[in-house]
């Protein structure tokens, strides 16, 4: 079992930047991991995911603004959000999968096994 652990959330003025880390413990597989957020609808949408094969998908809103890292010998990912709008606002759930999804699947929620508890980003105008 996999167990994520973020931290780095917080509230900003629009145009301030943030960034979000994602923590991995425990055995299992986090070939694929990334970032969903879920703001006022019922929807978690995914925003950025990095496979260990350094394969990237954005959500379009955030892609210029957002990036996300990871680095040899570490279980940790990194979202750096610089630009930061009041759409940005919401919860931002780390996601890791055993294996890398399909390229149009890749900011799909059921594709990902494991799931941490949610930090609260919040956007100002």
């Known amino acids: 079992e996999v167990q994520l652990v973020e931290s780095g959330g917080g509230s900003v003025q629009a145009g301030g930047s943030l960034i979000l880390s994602c923590a991995a413990s425990?055995?299992?597989?986090?070939?694929?991991m990334g970032w969903f957020r879920q703001g006022p609808g019922p929807e978690r949408e995914g925003v950025a995911v990095?496979?260990?094969?350094?394969?990237?998908r954005f959500l379009d809103s955030v892609a210029g603004r957002f990036t996300i890292r990871k680095y040899n010998g570490e279980r940790t990912v990194y979202l750096l959000m610089t630009n930061l709008k009041p759409e940005d606002t919401g919860t931002y759930f780390c996601a890791a999968s055993p294996r890398r999804p399909p390229w149009a699947n890749l900011l799909t929620m059921n594709e990902y096994n494991y799931w941490g508890q949610g930090t609260q980003v919040t956007v100002s105008s």
């Open positions: 990095l496979s260990g094969d350094g394969i990237q």
């Open positions: 425990g055995s299992g597989g986090t070939y694929t």
